[in-house]
């Protein structure tokens, strides 16, 4: 099997001012689904990025804050195992990012021989 990342982007929104039932709920959803793929014998890891980082740019310029120039931000990711990338986006299929209008993006990783 080959490995693949999910990383999950989404739009910032900063109207959104979840309860902490809400966030218990989210919490179970990620954690269902997260369970379901790994009791298929295809999770390999997953985090979630925090707020806090800095860009490095060519010419030693830094700039704070990971999302300085973009409109969506990535809020994390999960490595998962598929035979094929066609096999890895079904597995993306019920991510609850999906369900507050966020995106999956999948990748296949590459292996690099050192």
């Not at 707020?51 to 809020?75: H, Q, R, S, W």
């Amino acid at each position: 099997m080959k490995e693949f990342m999910m990383i999950f982007r989404s739009t910032s929104n900063p109207d959104y001012n979840p309860t902490p039932e809400e966030i218990g709920e989210s919490i179970k959803q990620w954690q269902n689904w997260i369970g379901g793929i790994a009791a298929q014998g295809k999770f390999v890891s997953t985090n979630q990025l925090g707020f806090e980082g800095k860009t490095l740019a060519p010419g030693n310029v830094i700039t704070d804050g990971p999302y300085a120039e973009v409109k969506e931000m990535v809020g994390g990711y999960i490595l998962v195992k598929a035979n094929s990338l066609d096999e890895a986006v079904e597995l993306a299929h019920g991510c609850p990012i999906l369900n507050i209008g966020g995106k999956v993006e999948v990748r296949n990783l590459m292996e690099i021989n050192l």
